[in-house]
């Protein structure tokens, strides 16, 4: 072990004075590490290796893993595209002793410098490039403006959004080594700089899409986060993407992009026109052209709300949501599209809105949900209100998109993208035509799909939020049967990390609730974890687990009765008579899960990263379940379970159900643990 100590050190030892004038910032994350550790150990095989692999790429993008569970860690570095390949190496070297000066001992770090990005981990985030995205980081550089800062911020901005376009088109010119990055140039006005100098960086491995994307995420956020501290530049720093700008030249070689002065001095209001949106169709594009009118609408909004005495709280929301991309459509359009909100248009109805159908003129199908009139508006008013901030801050695959909304009079609407399918429990419980069209593949998919959403809410956004009505309805299935989680209205954001709070007002749905926020009132990410394991229970089942008004009749208890099936070793009979084989296999290994998810004690629930570990790696060895949960009480009035109509046998190694067939033939149910 000594002997292991010493390489380690002698391996960190010489990188320990990185350059004095060397940029950096560092995020850590929860975990630490013990001092000679196998994880200590690990890491100095990284520090090692992980240098001369990414200085050797063309692209100057390496990963690694190394070691295995609970020791395992992951590790990226990207260099900046115009670093040759001795600064590169020397960049990512300096970047593991920057690590643990920056996060003594921390088992996740992301450390951000001049020529390169670098970030090891004990959870296996490279599974999930371009899915989920570490929240970004913002920094300014330290000379103030002498320019007004409407000419600057315009003229950032248009520039920033060429680089991204060129960063984006560069891999189609098939060149490895300039995937995904572009420097900018551009001259402005000599009265205050002659030049601005910009650049966008992207990993390889991502799609066009997946890097414009995140990448214009950053843009839309500059106003908020780099434009408003008066700084002559800034970085918006992510783990698969960044974006720098400044007045000072920081690349090497020449500019990839150059654009030229303007005619006039450009406004806030024309630094971004993007294609593709007509009229009154789309309303007002995304972008420097949101910010621009959302001052108007701030306005407008604060007036409105004046009688109400809470203009300055609806201002910040909505400071808050333009952070996200933004389209503000106005009210004939929606009109247009939705028949005047006609019942034929009507898709459902809520507590506090009715959503409808509507076609825009340019054939796109739309979700509009409207605030119900009457009684009632003024909560409507703040959860609809929180849906926007919340959405309008998040992208991914596995979340509705919110496409813009609408403020008419004392109104207001929210325009999601259509999904056509309707929601899941459509296919588990209500349509039983539809129930037997979902296969074992579209369930693991769903399954999957959702904890990837969660993921993101929980470790991955920019903001953290808690969903806290998570259900089957509250699931949309799209056209490819991919989940997406939607009505984000009673969503809360934790600020300062996942540490539990506690709230007066317990909202949600029955069945779903885990029992600390239900009786307590308690909030933490373990909430939703507990709703996840119910709905895995229901999908693989495809029964409801009914809450005080879910059920006509009797309460069924779900919990009770897989634990009941459990524990008699018979679980098997509750799974599908179709599934077969491997299949089957996978079904019970998920109840299995699901029942880790809504034990009693939030402490001994997963969390979201090892969730996601379980659901997609079979040879993860699963803790066994304790008795869940059962807010409805043990006593279920339900009527005996359909596990009883076998005879199982459980052990640590496998289910076997053993029933006399005709042909008096046995079939056994391996469940590998």
Known sequence: MLGGILVLAAVLLPLAAPQATQWQSTTCASGAYAANSTYQTNLGLLAAALPANVSASPAGFATATTGVVPDLI????????????????ACVAAGFPGAQRGCPNSKDVAIYQDGCVLRFSDQR????????????????????????????????????????????????RGDPAKKYFATGEGSFDATYYPKIYGLAQCVPEMTAAQCRGYLAGFIGAAPWFLFQNGKSGGRALGVWCNLRYSVSPFYTGGAMVKLSAPAAVLSVATAETPAGRKGRVA?????????????????????IRSKTRKAKKHDDSFNKMARGKCTIYDFPTLQEATGNFSEKHKLGEGGFGTVYKGNLPDGQEIAVKKLIDGAGAGHGLDQIRNEVLVLAQLQHKNLVRLLGFCLHQKEMLLVYEYIRNGSLDNFLFVDASRRNTLNWDEEYNIILGIAKGIMYLHED???RIIHRDLKANNIL?????????ADFGLARLQVGGHTQTMTARVVGTYGYMAPEYAIHGNVSPKIDIFSFGVLVLEIVTKRRNCGSDDCETDTVNLLSDVWTCWSKGTISQMIDESLEGHPRIQALRYIHIGLLCVQADPDDRP???????????????????????FFFGEDSNSPSP???????????????FENTSVNELTITDAYPR
């Open 461 to 463: 956004s920019s903001v």
């Open 74 to 89: 992951s590790a990226l570095a990207l260099c900046r595209g115009d670093t040759n390949a001795s600064s590169c190496r």
């Open 477 to 485: 299935i799209d056209d490819a049967m991919d989940p997406k989680i």
């Open 607 to 629: 969390d979201i990263p090892s969730i996601i570990f379980m659901l997609s790696r079979e040879d993860m060895e699963l803790q066994p379940p304790a008795q869940p949960a």
């Open 125 to 172: 985030f490279l599974d999930f490039v371009g899915v989920e995205s570490p929240a970004g980081t913002y920094s300014t550089d330290v000379g103030n403006l002498t320019a007004p800062a409407a000419w600057f911020n315009a003229a950032a901005l248009a520039l920033l959004n060429a680089t991204v376009d060129q960063a984006v088109a560069a891999t189609a």
């Open 283 to 303: 309303g007002i594009s995304t972008g420097a052209a949101c910010f621009a009118v959302l001052m108007l609408i701030l306005a407008v909004f604060a007036f």
């Open 642 to 656: 359909p596990c009883q109509q076998g005879i199982y046998v459980y052990n640590r190694s496998e289910v076997i």
